[in-house]
């Protein structure tokens, strides 16, 4: 029991007030013994005095008891916390801020704790990426696909117009013979045509689509840098497409760009409605991004950019690994060496775009693989190209039939690929890019304006000025390149005028209107007549003044029927007064004959000529 009570003391007892252990043996006993005597005082009182801290402290008479009121907060004076000391400050104000602070700190550490916890939960495992940015990045193929595939100038040119139509009534698969429109006309015409040879003669030409390009660096590109990339949709045209030297760049952002200026050529553009041909695009273009080892299949998926804007592209890059499996495949050394044949069962790229000519062969008996490659099988070589009326009448429905099944869906992709993630932002061109008014020129014969392809090694001419538009730092446009989109769409609103329907019965309805109004005119007997209209010299003659104007004025009237004739010298003189004034004023008799005056003023000497003998016509 001593050595109990010598414990539980040595816990009470302060260790600033603990004896040292040098002290008297006899001195430490008897503080023992009187702490024992103490304690066991107030053990005998736990049950009274419970909630109560006794407090020993030592005196020169020897240990006093002191119990006073146990306090909650005592238990966080010796924990490791700023500011708790100042819970117990005498101020109420002091204590209750510090209480809130606390408060709301160990609240955020609560709900820090929690919201890790549930992430590691739900993401147990860390990710460390180290991103490395390379210096040069290969710029990606642009291809550019015209809404339109099918220019109404050469469908109503006299190429397709001067065929002979199909005779057998009902034998046509892309038309019938009761329809009266544009198209089903040039079906009708140009039937047996090989339709590879029909849709390439019928798109755009890339030297009137084109207009501008400039490389990223700020180089030109030139026409020679296109090449035609034919899709399920039509033409195509795309830049930079080589695989091995692609063109690079060192950055992003708008002063690493491809700028192009293109023309859509709204005015081509061919309005139908009809069994086999139906207009439902708006005018405008589709571009599309992809990786040089990429075929596209389709236009649909590009994106959009409609007539009248300034459209700006940007695309974000993604590199792209996957896992072989059901959902892509891992090219070998066989695979990758057939990229380049595209009837290769073993080339994956060109897998896509062979099931859809497997179905038309399948389909139609014919062939369209020659638009995609300049090889053929000897399969292909026993079957005949599409004509343009199996085109339209067989083959683009078995096209449409595997894009809408999702037959083609079976070929899987490459494991590793690279994607480009397109958005855009456009803004609308100033409506005084192109003159409102088409002035009259001397237009080219028909067959030289097809047979009119430009330099392709000639780079596109720089624009410098002009006045067409010019309120921004350059002009879009350069006055030849002004008057040949006139020249173009002159014609081709001559073609629309002749061979729409929608405008040839509008037209008609007008001519007719017209004839109506003159009609009733002439029989109500509106307006002028003959018998009412007076002639200026008759209404002049009934005047006083003018009638007396001889006999007032003879003399006048004597030297205008008297004029002596002129010589040529002089008419040269008058002649060069009119022509140059300050010139005449230097040296008057410089000229001495009409001859002279046109050796160096040209045509404008007739001009002065035809102007003098005007005024003497008015004058007598």
């Not at 090989?194 to 030109?220: E, Q, Y």
């Amino acid at each position: 029991m001593v050595r109990m009570a010598e414990r539980l003391a040595e816990n009470f007892i302060p260790e600033a007030n603990q004896r040292n252990e040098n002290e008297p043996a006899y001195s430490r006993y008897r503080s023992r013994g009187a702490l024992n005597r103490s304690r066991l005082n107030s053990r005998a009182s736990l049950g009274s005095s419970q909630g109560r801290r006794i407090t020993l402290v030592e005196t020169d008479s020897g240990l006093i008891e002191v119990e006073s009121d146990k306090q909650f907060l005592d238990a966080f004076k010796d924990a490791n916390m700023d500011a708790v000391h100042h819970l117990n400050a005498t101020n109420p104000v002091t204590r209750g801020l510090w209480c809130l602070i606390i408060i709301a700190f160990v609240i955020l550490v609560l709900v820090q704790c929690y919201s890790q916890i549930k992430l590691y939960i739900s993401e147990p495992v860390a990710t460390n990426i180290e991103a490395e940015y390379p210096s040069k990045i290969p710029f990606p193929t642009v291809a550019i696909c015209n809404n339109n595939q099918f220019r109404l100038t050469y469908l109503t040119g006299g190429r397709i117009m001067n065929r002979r139509s199909k005779s057998i009534s009902g034998s046509l698969l892309s038309t019938g013979h009761d329809i009266e429109s544009v198209f089903d006309t040039v079906l009708r015409k140009s039937w047996d045509m090989d339709a590879v040879k029909f849709l390439r003669s019928a798109a755009h030409w890339k030297s009137r689509m084109i207009l501008g390009c400039t490389w990223p660096n700020g180089t030109s590109c030139k026409l020679s840098d296109f090449k035609a990339v034919w899709t399920t949709t039509g033409l195509c045209w795309a830049i930079n497409t080589d695989p091995h030297n692609p063109f690079e760049v060192t950055g992003s952002g708008e002063g690493h760009g491809l700028r192009l200026l293109l023309n859509v050529e709204s005015y081509e553009r061919v309005d139908a409605c009809t069994k086999h041909f139906r207009t439902k695009s708006l005018p405008g273009l589709k571009i599309l991004i992809y990786n040089q080892t990429d075929i596209p299949d389709s236009s649909l998926n590009g994106v959009n950019v409609p007539s009248g804007y300034s459209m700006d592209i940007p695309f974000k890059m993604q590199h792209r690994s996957k896992l072989p499996g059901v959902h892509c495949i891992e090219e070998n050394d066989e695979q990758i060496e057939a990229s380049t044949d595209f009837n290769n069962p073993e080339n994956i790229r060109t897998c896509t775009l062979r099931r859809y000519m497997t179905e038309v062969e399948n389909s139609c008996h014919c062939t369209l693989r020659r638009a995609y490659t300049s090889n053929s099988t000897a399969s292909n070589l026993k079957m005949s190209a599409c004509n343009v009326d199996q085109y339209f009448g067989c083959a683009q429905k078995a096209m449409k039939r595997v894009r809408e099944e999702g037959t083609a869906s079976t070929c899987l992709p490459p494991c590793k690929s690279i994607d480009y993630t397109a958005w855009q932002d456009m803004n609308r061109l100033p409506q005084n890019l192109m003159p409102a008014l088409i002035e009259e020129q001397e237009e080219d014969d028909e067959d030289d304006v097809d047979n009119e392809e430009l330099d392709e090694n000639v780079s596109f001419s720089t624009v410098s000025g002009g006045e067409t538009f010019s309120c921004e730092d350059s002009a879009y446009l350069d006055e030849k390149q002004v008057m040949r989109i006139k020249r173009d769409a002159h014609r081709a609103y001559e073609m629309q005028a002749r061979h729409q329907e929608d405008i040839f019965l509008r037209s008609r309805r007008l001519i007719a209107r017209l004839r109506n109004a003159i009609t009733s005119i002439e029989r109500q007997k509106w307006g002028w007549h003959y018998d009412t209209f007076s002639g200026v010299v008759d209404r002049l003659s009934n005047l006083t003044c003018f009638s007396n104007f001889s006999e007032r004025h003879g003399e006048i009237i004597s030297i205008l029927q008297s004029r002596p004739i002129t010589s040529e010298e002089k008419k040269a003189n008058q002649m060069f007064f009119l022509l140059d004034e300050s010139g005449f004023q230097r040296n008057s008799t410089k000229y001495m004959s009409i001859g002279d005056l046109k050796s160096r003023y040209g045509d404008k000497v007739d001009d002065v000529a035809e102007e003098i003998a005007i005024i003497l016509r008015i004058v007598s």
